[in-house]
């Protein structure tokens, strides 16, 4: 089985999450071992972590870089980062180490085209939107999305930095649902959750007028089979 290397800890629930998902799906699908993962949590300043999210600069990158070949020199044999938004940095991770990188955002675009969707609901930080880490994609192939208004997504953004602070509000809840029923008014036949720290509040257990889809987990699932692939 091949060693995963998952660059985490942005935020570290969701990192914690996307550990255990790949830990137990192994074990369905491979009752012989546990699976090889090397977690390395970037130790960025909290300070960072708020600018990236609320304002949309970024100072992670010699993080990122630092802890990618960290994961190299402990012999993972490709790398993962359960966050979206880091995915802006994802070209200079791969050109700092010589091993695989896999990206959220390909994962996600491979599985939606598995579907019928007519039009994706994008759910993420302002970073994420701004920085076109998903419209680019979309826009490439032929994707159709709606994203929430701009006092909507700066009510995410904080609502976002709550759930990396470990911090699960009941209105935070009840907001994130408001949120979709504008993006469903506005058409969308699906939601995208591209924040994978959003997962934390699963919307997706007392809504079922309209599937949601959780990128983290998708990209949980592309993992494992690229360890198990012998």
């Not at 970037?42 to 609320?54: F, G, K, T, W």
Request: proline residues 4%.
């Amino acid at each position: 089985m091949k060693t995963l290397g998952i660059i985490g800890g942005v935020g570290p629930a969701s990192t914690a999450e996307f550990y255990l998902k790949i830990s137990y799906d192994c074990q369905k699908r491979n009752d012989i071992e546990r699976p090889a993962i090397v977690i390395a949590s970037v130790p960025a300043p909290y300070e960072v972590e708020r600018d990236i999210i609320l304002h949309n600069k970024n100072g992670y990158t010699p993080f990122l870089v630092a802890e990618a070949k960290r994961l190299q020199k402990a012999d993972a044999d490709f790398l993962v980062m359960p966050c979206n938004t880091l995915h802006c940095d994802i070209e200079a991770i791969r050109n700092a180490v010589s091993i695989p990188v896999m990206s959220i955002v390909d994962t996600a675009i491979a599985y939606i085209r598995t579907k019928a969707y007519k039009k994706i609901g994008l759910m993420a930080t302002a970073a994420t939107v701004e920085r076109n880490i998903y419209s680019d994609m979309f826009k490439r192939n032929h994707i159709d999305f709606q994203v929430p208004s701009a006092q909507e997504q700066e009510e995410l953004n904080k609502l976002i930095v709550n759930l990396v602070d470990g911090k699960y509000l009941e209105c935070d809840r009840k907001y994130l649902h408001g949120v979709i029923d504008n993006l469903k008014a506005q058409g969308v036949d699906c939601i995208a959750l591209a924040c994978t720290d959003l997962q934390l509040l699963k919307p997706e257990e007392d809504r079922n007028d309209i599937p949601i889809f959780d990128t983290m987990a998708i990209l949980a699932e592309a993992a494992l089979e690229e360890m198990l692939r012998t």
